[in-house]
């Protein structure tokens, strides 16, 4: 078993003004040629939008855009039709394959958004630009963890062109869990979103990150009132 460990104060950290956005792997301004990426997990974003605010229409082409809101909401527009608002609770997934532009701004003119923007390679290059929304069931994802991103279409939550599995949970009592990888040669990175959690003997706290491969199972004693999110992705270099 590896390990490398993202503790919260060591990300990237950038104050736009209207967006503070911290960044656990190289991003934008800012760049740390040992934090490049996760095997196919290139970018996860930790994002403050102000209310009103927002990114204007932009680009994306041959990557997975997993957006998953963790308070207030946030306005999606795009070159495929798609508009509407996605909200703390529910899960946005975006192929961008061959390129699309989009838009996001704070839903709400008087408070905050905090969401997480999650990038992947994807498995095949230059598909058919894609787009999926769905809400969560919270008591699915009490005390255990369910799953919300998958390869396969047929399956729980979204899907993604990649061999990757998400799955989140919010954790109302201290409970252990033992994670089994899905695919051989994937790793996991798991991800504290509120409260705290040993996993493999490592101590998180609140916004800290860790990656673990060469393993097919995970411990992982969560504590109570805890939110975590863990990403089962392929180790490709």
Request: net charge negative; glycine share 8%; aromatic share 10%.
């Amino acid at each position: 078993m590896k390990k490398t460990i993202h503790k919260s104060n060591t990300r990237g950290f950038a104050d736009h003004g209207w967006l503070k956005a911290t960044h656990t792997f190289s991003f934008a301004s800012y760049y740390d040629p040992n934090r490049t990426r996760f095997g196919i997990l290139r970018v996860l974003n930790d994002d403050i939008i102000a209310g009103g605010a927002g990114f204007g229409t932009h680009p994306h082409d041959n990557m997975e855009i997993i957006t998953i809101p963790i308070s207030g909401a946030l306005e999606h527009k795009d070159s495929m039709g798609n508009h509407g608002v996605i909200n703390a609770g529910d899960v946005q997934v975006m192929s961008a394959g061959f390129g699309v532009q989009h838009s996001e701004f704070n839903a709400n003119q008087d408070i905050d958004a905090n969401t997480l923007q999650i990038w992947l390679f994807p498995k095949t290059k230059n598909v058919e630009p894609r787009y999926q929304q769905i809400s969560l069931n919270k008591k699915e994802m009490t005390n255990k963890f369910l799953q919300i991103v998958s390869p396969d279409p047929k399956d729980e939550g979204t899907w993604i062109h990649q061999d990757a599995w998400f799955h989140l949970g919010e954790f109302d009592s201290d409970k252990e869990i033992e994670y089994d990888i899905k695919n051989r040669g994937n790793g996991a990175y798991i991800f504290i979103i509120e409260g705290s959690a040993i996993i493999e003997d490592e101590k998180l706290e609140k916004r800290d990150g860790i990656g673990i491969w060469d393993t097919d199972k995970i411990k992982l004693k969560i504590s109570k009132g805890s939110k975590v999110l863990i990403m089962d992705v392929p180790m490709i270099n």
